[in-house]
């Protein structure tokens, strides 16, 4: 099938893209301390080069105490790093790409396999890293008050250092989507309660002084999730109607951008509406907002699986289905992650036909920024 519309250019606002191919977030850990160096820089340029349209950093931290549980994650807080992600900006664009930080609160979290853990608890809607399992504090109003402003500085440094865009990450059961999540959102006040628009409170008035501080031209992508690294089967809504009443006060709050991550793009979201609409499909139809679509893309396994061991070889078929789904305008960007991880060059071999020169994904490929 013609990869011509993957190659199409798309503009939104004040972002102006080449192509439709987006680089997914994906933790690498190799920022000691918080602080993204050289390596990380030239890793991201090394994509730039490469033509893919937009680069999405992996997720650095905003400034709260119990952020992060990786002392090798970025931050997006502090002199030493902010002056890291400068030169992560000047690189990108140098050679020739478009970049947004993928601004993350991890909410509560088990510890790093390092044992490390930060100065203070981890923090969340009701202090649970999955139903009925507590790790962390319960967040008191105070504290999420807090959250909401250290989110809004991170994205008021973002446009200052010159990125493009920005996204907030919603999604696989860290902090926002813990306050979606019914299963660890117990709370009883403003910020939770049994209906998903209540739970999703923290999220929109985020969005809101987020968009208060980057004015009304500059693109924010919100990525969400049905399923949660806790628990794969999850799913926050189960209708389309749901996930209208859903996505309409963030739309409304300002996402530009919904990025859509489900484990397989090709499968359906809802199996019972007579429709192959993957996520991204719906959230574009029933929004009306531009959809990134995430899960699996030109990989014969899914993610998760890979970064607990299993290899993936490149799969051309379902590549033919993403084009076929993009072509009809089921969404309008396209994430691809581990496939970028181990080739630089992947969007260049695909626009190219040499497909067959493509590498598959392997766990040990983490262990280096190529």
Request: charge should be negative; charged fraction near 20%.
């Amino acid at each position: 099938m013609s990869s011509n519309a993957l190659f199409s250019p798309f503009s939104l606002k004040s972002l102006h893209l080449n192509n439709r191919v987006v680089m997914a977030p994906m933790t690498r850990s190799f920022s000691p301390n918080g602080v993204p160096g050289v390596d990380v820089a030239a890793y991201y340029r090394r994509r730039a080069e490469g033509q893919v349209g937009l680069i999405l950093t992996e997720g650095t931290v905003v400034e709260r105490p119990a952020s992060s549980n990786d002392p090798n994650i970025p931050h997006f807080y502090g002199e030493q790093a902010l002056a890291g992600w400068q030169h992560v900006v000047d690189e990108v664009h140098a050679g020739g790409g478009k970049l947004g930080p993928q601004l993350w609160h991890m909410g509560v979290m088990n510890e790093h396999r390092s044992g490390w853990t930060p100065a203070q608890p981890f923090e969340g809607p009701s202090g649970m890293v999955a139903p009925g399992v507590a790790k962390g504090n319960a967040m008191t109003e105070n504290d999420i008050t807090d959250t909401i402003a250290a989110f809004g500085r991170a994205a008021a440094d973002a446009k200052r250092l010159g990125f493009d865009c920005l996204e907030l990450h919603g999604a696989h059961g860290y902090l926002i989507d813990q306050f979606f999540w019914h299963g660890l959102n117990q709370r009883t006040d403003a910020y939770g309660g049994p209906d998903l628009t209540d739970r999703s409170r923290l999220a929109v008035e985020l969005v809101r002084e987020v968009r208060r501080q980057v004015g009304e031209d500059f693109v924010i992508s919100l990525r969400l999730s049905q399923w949660k690294q806790q628990d794969y089967q999850v799913k926050l809504v189960h209708t389309p109607q749901e996930m209208e009443t859903w996505l309409t006060p963030l739309a409304e709050a300002g996402v530009d951008i919904f990025h859509c991550s489900q484990r397989r793009f090709w499968e359906a979201e809802f199996e019972n509406e007579g429709s192959d609409l993957n996520f991204a499909g719906w959230v574009k139809k029933l929004t009306g907002q531009a959809t990134i679509t995430v899960g699996s893309v030109g990989l014969s396994g899914e993610f998760l699986a890979g970064f607990a061991g299993e290899a993936s070889v490149p799969n051309a078929q379902s590549l033919d289905e993403l084009l076929r789904r993009l072509d009809r305008g089921d969404f309008d960007l396209v994430a691809v992650g581990r496939s970028l991880i181990v080739e630089p060059d992947w969007v260049t071999k695909i626009q190219q036909g040499r497909a067959k020169e493509l590498k598959g994904f392997s766990r040990e490929a983490l262990g280096t920024l190529v």
